[in-house]
C-alpha cells in the first residue's frame, strides 16, 4: 500500500512483515530480467549500451511509475518528489531495500553483457571518447579578466593565509574578485582583449604552418 505525504506518494512498510510494499514490485525484477533476455538475442553492437541503474534508481522508478498511475494529470514537482523518495529510501531497512539490490544486480549482467559485444566507434575506447592530445605548440588562450586579477592577487592572499590549501585561496580569490569595483575590472577586461588580439594573431599563423 502507499501512504500520501504532502501529495507525493511513497512507499510503506506494512508493520511485522519485512517487504517493501506492493505486489507491484515482486512483479517489476522479473520483468527487468525478462527484458534483460530479451535485449541480450538483439544487441546492436554499435550501438552504446545504456547505462546500468542502482537500486535506489530503480526505487525510485517505481515510486514515479505508482504516482503517474495515482494521478496521470498531475504535473510532479521533482525537486519535492526526489527529496520525499529519498526520505523514505534512508528510513528502509537493508532486507527492505534487497529486492531493488537483486534488481540492480540483474541490471548490472545485462549492461555487461551488452557492453562486451559492444563495439565503440572509430576514437573511442571501451565507450569512452578518447581526448584529443594537447599540441605545445598551439598558442595560449587568452585569460579570463578573473584569471588575471588572480594572477595578481593571489601573492597577497598567500601572504596573509600562508596555511590556506588551494580551494580556500580560490574562495578567498573569489570573494575578493566579488568585492571589485567596475572600473577595477574594466582594466582587467581591458587587458584581455589586447591578450585576444594576441591569440588570434598567434592562432593564424599557426594554422597557416599546419
Not at 526505487?59 to 526526489?82: A, D, G, I, L, Y
Not at 528502509?92 to 548490472?108: C, N, P, V
Not at 578573473?146 to 600562508?162: G, I, M, N
Request: charged share 30%.
Amino acid at each position: 500500500m502507499y501512504t500520501m505525504n504532502q501529495q507525493f506518494y511513497v512507499p510503506q512498510v506494512i508493520p511485522n512483515n519485512n517487504m517493501v510494499m506492493t505486489q507491484k514490485i515482486n512483479h517489476m525484477q522479473p520483468q527487468v530480467q525478462n527484458n534483460n533476455n530479451n535485449n541480450m538475442n538483439k544487441i546492436d553492437k554499435s550501438k552504446k549500451p545504456k547505462g546500468r541503474m542502482s537500486n535506489y534508481t530503480f526505487f525510485v522508478q517505481m515510486c514515479r511509475e505508482e504516482h503517474r498511475k495515482k494521478h496521470p494529470n498531475e504535473n510532479v514537482n521533482f525537486t519535492e518528489f526526489s527529496k520525499k523518495c529519498a526520505e523514505r529510501w534512508k528510513q528502509m531497512t537493508d532486507q527492505e531495500k534487497q529486492r531493488f539490490g537483486a534488481m540492480a544486480a540483474s541490471d548490472k549482467i545485462r549492461y555487461d553483457n551488452e557492453m562486451a559485444s559492444y563495439t565503440p566507434p572509430a576514437g573511442e575506447s571501451n565507450g569512452q571518447r578518447k581526448r584529443k592530445k594537447k599540441d605545445p605548440n598551439a598558442p595560449k588562450r587568452p585569460l579570463s579578466a578573473f584569471f588575471l586579477f588572480c594572477h595578481d592577487e593571489r601573492p597577497a592572499v598567500k601572504s596573509l593565509y600562508p596555511n590556506y590549501s588551494v580551494g580556500e585561496a580560490a574562495k578567498e580569490l573569489g570573494e575578493r574578485w566579488n568585492k571589485v569595483t567596475p572600473e577595477q575590472k574594466s582594466k582587467y577586461e581591458a587587458q584581455v582583449q589586447v591578450d585576444k588580439g594576441r591569440y588570434e594573431q598567434e592562432l593564424a599563423k599557426y594554422k597557416a604552418g599546419l
